[in-house]
């Protein structure tokens, strides 16, 4: 029987607990998608929460077991989803610090003061985390959404991008933006003052039509040349395409030099391909997330001198 405190805690995005099995190999357990695992941390790309010191703490009252939590940290988040009655879990929670119930705005700073996350094991034991890799509870980035601007909810992958990376196009700056329409991406990029090449068979919301700064190319993404806009400060692709045709675009990129940052979106249809995320993954200075915003597919962010940011990223 392995001790939970040996393992690291891996929270699943909804939905997506067999591919983080499937990147983690073999676990100790899982409580619902959360799967323990004995070893060192490492960092899957299915996952939304890191549990990074879990500790099996033993109790006998509601008020003691606050107290033990509140001894290890400030502010804590229930896990209890696969909790066949959460009453007195709930009770607990209700004695402590919650995660910040207000929704970020884009631009402001993460949450500095740390987030633990627990759950109960039965009804005398808790299973706590006082360290944990996302400021959100459960991983889930929730923003103050603008629901009159942009032309897609599209948006909010890339303000969580930038948010997590603290790293944004600045004003003036070239971004390529492949697969564009209707223009959420655009829209965010536009409102960052950067100059936009928005790239789209379909076309672009009227809503973003004549606005300066943005050049819209009703032309395929795969047709661009690397070497035809000189320097490119970032490249976002959204495209849906196969990953295998992603990774043709994104490697050609790379090998003309031409572009100095890359977040771009792999979509699946139907089975997961692990494979290709091993060649995505195995590209130096970059990292592949899901993003509270992705559904079935991922986001790869490569930056040509943010190796060390990138890496580090939620870590
Ligand atoms: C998910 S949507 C992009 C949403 C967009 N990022 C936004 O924020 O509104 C995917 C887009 O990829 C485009 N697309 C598919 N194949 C393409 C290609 N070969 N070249 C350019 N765009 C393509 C589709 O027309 C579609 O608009």
């Known amino acids: ?41 490492v960092q899957p790309a299915w ?52 995660p910040s119930s207000r929704p970020l705005g884009f631009g402001d700073s993460l949450p500095t003061m740390p987030l633990g996350s627990w759950t109960l094991l039965d009804d005398t034991t808790l299973l706590a985390s006082p360290q944990c890799t996302s400021p959100f509870a459960h991983g889930e980035a929730l923003f103050a959404e603008d629901r009159s601007g942009p032309p897609s909810r599209a948006y909010l992958k890339l303000w969580e991008a930038f948010t997590l990376l603290n790293r ?49 190319r009703a032309e395929s993404a795969f047709a661009q040349d690397p070497h035809a806009f000189g320097l490119v400060d970032w490249l976002f692709s959204d495209v849906v395409c196969y990953p295998e045709r992603l990774l043709a675009l994104a490697r050609r990129w790379l090998e003309a030099g031409t572009v100095r940052n890359m977040v771009c979106t792999i979509k699946f249809q139907g089975e997961t391909d692990f494979q290709v995320l091993d060649r995505f993954r195995s590209i130096p200075n970059s990292r592949l997330l899901h993003l509270a915003h992705n559904k079935h597919e991922l986001t790869w962010i490569w930056g040509k001198n943010s190796g060390d940011r990138i890496q580090n990223l939620f870590s």
């Not at 107290?67 to 009770?91: F, I, Q, V």
């Open 1 to 41: 029987m392995v001790a939970l405190e040996d393992c690291v805690g891996y929270l699943a995005p909804q939905g997506f607990l067999p591919e983080l099995l499937h990147e983690l190999g073999p676990v100790a357990t899982n409580l619902g998608r959360l799967a323990l695992r004995t070893g060192s941390m």
């Open 47 to 98: 996952v939304r929460n890191i549990w990074c010191n879990p500790r099996v703490i033993p109790f006998t009252s509601i008020n003691q077991a606050a107290s033990a939590l509140k001894m290890l940290g400030p502010r804590w988040a229930l896990y209890d989803e696969h909790l066949p009655r959460r009453g007195r879990a709930r009770l607990i929670q209700q004695r402590l610090r919650g």
């Open 168 to 216: 944004r196009p600045e004003p003036g700056q070239l971004c390529l933006d492949l697969g564009s329409s209707p223009g959420g991406w655009t829209w965010v990029l536009h409102k960052l003052g950067a100059r936009v090449i928005s790239v789209d068979k379909a076309p672009l919301d009227t809503r973003l039509e004549g606005l300066p700064g943005i050049t819209f």
